[in-house]
């Protein structure tokens, strides 16, 4: 599976941004999905996962409340709608696919990443 990310960019605190990733696979809806991001100097978190159906989600305390995870299988594409942004989300923000929502591991598929920059 191939997993190309974007719609990062540059905003300012309290604002606002959603990200995409889109798969190459056809099988994409059998896949769990995850974002998750890396600061500098710090390791990768987990910030969101959905499981291949959309029917359940999941999410990091730091977001819950601000930021929500879809997915659309007829398109292959995951979204991570950011709203109230802050400095602390400033990150390079990845998407994974995996074969189970639970366990998102070095050897499942993940993308290039997208750089999100929160401006105080």
């Known amino acids: 599976v191939q997993l190309q990310a974007s719609g990062g960019g540059l905003v300012q605190a309290g604002g606002s941004l959603r990200l995409s990733c889109a798969a190459s696979?056809?099988?994409?809806?059998?896949?769990?999905m995850g974002w998750f991001r890396q600061a500098p100097g710090k390791e990768r978190e987990f910030v969101a996962a959905?499981?291949?159906?959309?029917?359940?989600?999941y999410y990091a305390d730091s977001v819950k409340g601000r930021f929500t995870i879809s997915r659309d299988n007829a398109e292959n594409t995951v979204y991570l709608e950011m709203v109230g942004l802050k400095a602390d989300d400033t990150a390079v923000y990845y998407c994974a696919a995996a074969r189970s929502v639970a366990v998102f591991s070095e050897d499942d598929y993940w993308g290039q990443g997208t750089q999100v920059t929160v401006s105080s």
């Open positions: 959905i499981n291949y159906s959309g029917s359940r989600t």
């Open positions: 696979e056809h099988t994409f809806s059998s896949y769990a």
